[in-house]
């Protein structure tokens, strides 16, 4: 396994009235970031966020090219970002679920004291496969084929590249100490975006390539 320090390239927030930072998706444009009563969208390069959404938002969020990925409670909300309505749910799995991601036309959940990571079938929530690991899970994505997780657990916080058929930890980041890792998502290139749990900010993590 390799492993090294978490190179943190930016910090967003904190944003006022926002006391914690959950689930992180991106669209491409904009990062949207979950904060218990809210979806709230970031435009990386103002730093400001430029409009919210109402909705219950304490776990992961993902995007799917056109929708609105958010787990609310024991479900898995669709949401069309432009009306900010609910168009359909899913039950979520048991289990504590943390991060969510979309890849391959399902969408991936992280179990946060489970220590596993779930695909599940978008349009009934089956699962279809489950993936073990030693740490507990917060945010999923995928990126370039490869599956990548955020831990936290004991006031240490990392960024852990799997293996998805084993679950073989192959490449780690280590973030500094106590900077926690609540939500993670790849922008597609060299840029991991970060929840930061009750620090109320998003950080940018360099990802090796």
């Excluded at 979950?34 to 992961?60: C, E, M, Q």
């Excluded at 997780?149 to 084993?166: A, M, Q, V």
């Excluded at 490449?171 to 009750?198: A, K, T, Y």
Aim: with cysteine; net charge negative; charged share 25%.
């Amino acid at each position: 396994m390799k492993r090294a320090p978490a190179e943190i390239i930016g910090e967003y927030g904190p944003f006022p009235g926002i006391d914690a930072v959950h689930g992180i998706t991106y669209d491409g444009r904009h990062v949207w970031f979950a904060s218990g009563d809210k979806l709230n969208a970031l435009d990386p390069a103002s730093r400001k966020t430029v409009r919210s959404i109402d909705v219950s938002a304490n776990a992961g969020t993902a995007f799917d090219g056109q929708h609105l990925f958010q787990i609310a409670e024991d479900s898995i909300q669709k949401i069309d970002p432009q009306s900010g309505q609910v168009i359909a749910s899913i039950p979520a799995p048991d289990g504590g679920s943390s991060g969510l991601a979309w890849a391959e036309g399902a969408l991936w959940i992280g179990q946060y004291r489970d220590r596993k990571i779930l695909q599940l079938d978008p349009e009934t929530g089956k699962v279809l496969r489950t993936i073990e690991s030693n740490r507990f899970v917060t945010g999923v994505t995928w990126v370039d084929g490869d599956l990548w997780h955020g831990t936290w657990e004991g006031g240490e916080s990392s960024l852990r590249h799997i293996d998805p058929e084993t679950g073989d930890v192959l490449e780690q980041l280590d973030m500094p100490p106590n900077m926690g890792v609540s939500g993670l998502e790849s922008d597609g290139g060299d840029r991991f975006f970060c929840g930061g749990g009750d620090s109320g900010t998003v950080r940018a993590v360099h990802r090796p390539t």
